[in-house]
Nanobody, 132 residues
Framework: QVQLVESGGGLVQPGGSLRLSCAASGFTLDYYAIGWIRQAPGKEREGVSCISSSDGSTYYSDSVKGRFTISRDNAKNTNDKYTVYLQIDSLKPEDTAVYYC????????????????????WGQGTQVTVSS
């Protein structure tokens, strides 16, 4: 069973940076994609970024391109987990949201903009608040 645990959220001033982490475990297949989805207050969820386990290919939504960077650490840590990071720079108040990571072994990151709702495994989310 795939398990995902997000961390790294918090309160940050506009223009600041945060690095979110997604500790992932339980994968039994060779391929998986891990993505980040956010939900701002009163808005629908938005799939913002994805990274593929096979070749490290990435996807970014237009709303975050140039400010968000997704990366992965395939080396298992002491808790036998892989970690995916989302570096967020030049934070804006409109980045305020709950950020979730999600995983799938069925979809490609190149299709992320339409398939992220069908990612089968989700974490509990981490809150990011951008405010002065």
């Amino acid at each position: 069973q795939v398990q995902l645990v997000e961390s790294g959220g918090g309160l940050v001033q506009p223009g600041g940076s945060l690095r979110l982490s997604c500790a992932a475990s339980g994968f039994t297949l060779d391929y998986y994609a891990i993505g980040w989805i956010r939900q701002a207050p009163g808005k629908e969820r938005e799939g913002v970024s994805c990274i593929s386990s096979s070749d490290g290919s990435t996807y970014y939504s237009d709303s975050v391109k140039g400010r968000f960077t997704i990366s992965r650490d395939n080396a298992k840590n002491t808790n036998d987990k892989y970690t995916v990071y989302l570096q967020i720079d030049s934070l804006k108040p409109e980045d305020t949201a709950v950020y979730y990571c999600a995983a799938s072994s069925l979809f490609l990151c190149s299709d992320y903009s339409v398939v992220w709702p069908d990612f089968s495994s989700w974490g509990q989310g981490t809150q990011v608040t951008v405010s002065s």
